[in-house]
């Protein structure tokens, strides 16, 4: 049994899952497993880890279900205390399973642990996930993270206990997009503690050729926005954390009507904006609505420029 259980979903990233894998060898910290679902590819991403030999690589591989099923593939097989996702274009810095384990030793009533993280723009840009990448660590209500600008629990930069991930049975298949924000909100439901590390550790390749936010037209996470709208309810939540829930749910809804507009769905859009006025605020109705009466190469210019700087 290893302590960590490293989950790879791979559908259609050939250029990439080799350096990936490699990122993962090269880990100072190697008391791992390595399970890669292979999730229907049809550009022999597999084929490309034929000369990478090392026992503790398994490749499973499966007709494509989307990458909810393709993770939890990976969870139910593995053996690990811990499970580390990764994406399959993205990369890891070689510390960081050993900065894993120091806070998990730091912050053992944690099921939730991450690190700072590089995003890589496309275009030459890198910009980072917090602002310190120092050394500090330390303990964060999950709900409180949802002021940040970048997600501060990453999908590449997260580790979770398995028994927290089993716990919420996993990620809910059949969701198109925020299918991880989602697991991390069910997760935090229950145990709301993370435990992070300020070091940046990994490198997000936020345009990859096949990344979901390029992939995606209408950014419809429903399952997250759902977890927020009953959190926004619990009495449980602190005034703090209940501020930080509308600011995150308020993001998602303007990137979801937006996105809606963008697809041509004018109509769906403004219906959109009229349920949710109360949550939108004035500012944002009123802008959104008008979203909706320009012209396309507009709005399409704002959403390449909002792509290209964040």
């Given at each position: ?11 259609n ?7 990936t894998?490699k ?38 591989r ?19 205390t811990?499970?580390?996702?990764l ?7 070689g ?13 053992p009533?944690s ?7 590089y ?6 840009t ?35 206990r398995?028994?927290?991930v ?19 909100a069910r ?14 550790c ?14 995606i037209r ?15 309810e619990?009495?449980e ?5 209940r ?5 995150k749910?308020r993001?998602k ?29 004035l ?20 959403f ?7």
């Open positions: 049994m290893s302590k960590f259980t490293v989950v790879i979903p791979l559908y990233k050939a250029a990439y899952i080799a350096g894998v990122s993962v060898l090269n880990q100072t910290c190697q008391d791992f497993e390595l399970i890669i679902v292979d999730d229907g590819s049809q550009d022999g991403g597999a084929d490309c880890l034929k000369s990478i030999e090392d026992s503790r690589i398994r490749i499973i499966q007709e494509n279900q989307g990458v909810s099923a393709a993770r939890n593939t990976g969870v139910w097989n593995a053996t690990g811990y499970i580390a996702f994406d399959a274009d993205d990369s890891w810095e510390n960081y399973l050993e900065e894993i384990s120091e806070i998990i030793e730091r912050y009533d099921d939730i642990f991450v690190t700072g993280y995003i890589l723009m496309g275009n030459g890198v910009r980072v996930s917090n602002e310190s990448g120092q050394d500090r660590t330390g303990q964060i209500s999950y709900w409180n993270t949802l002021k940040h600008a970048y997600d501060f629990v990453w999908t590449s930069a997260t580790v979770i398995r028994s927290a089993m716990a919420v049975q996993g990620f809910k298949p059949g969701e198109r997009i925020g299918q991880d924000l989602d697991l991390w997760v935090a439901q229950k145990n709301p503690l993370v435990a992070y590390s300020e070091k940046r990994v490198n997000y390749n936020r345009n990859a050729e096949n990344n979901a936010r390029v992939r209408v950014a419809n996470a429903d399952a997250f926005m759902q977890d927020l709208r009953f959190e926004l619990n009495c939540r602190t005034e703090e954390e501020l930080c829930i509308a600011s749910l993001k809804l303007i990137v979801y009507i937006f996105t809606t507009i963008l697809a041509g769905n004018r109509k769906g859009g403004r219906r959109l904006i009229r349920q949710n006025q109360e949550i939108l605020g500012f944002y109705s009123f802008s959104l609505m008008a979203a909706s009466l320009l012209p396309d190469f507009i709005n399409n210019k704002v390449e420029i909002r792509m290209r700087v964040f």
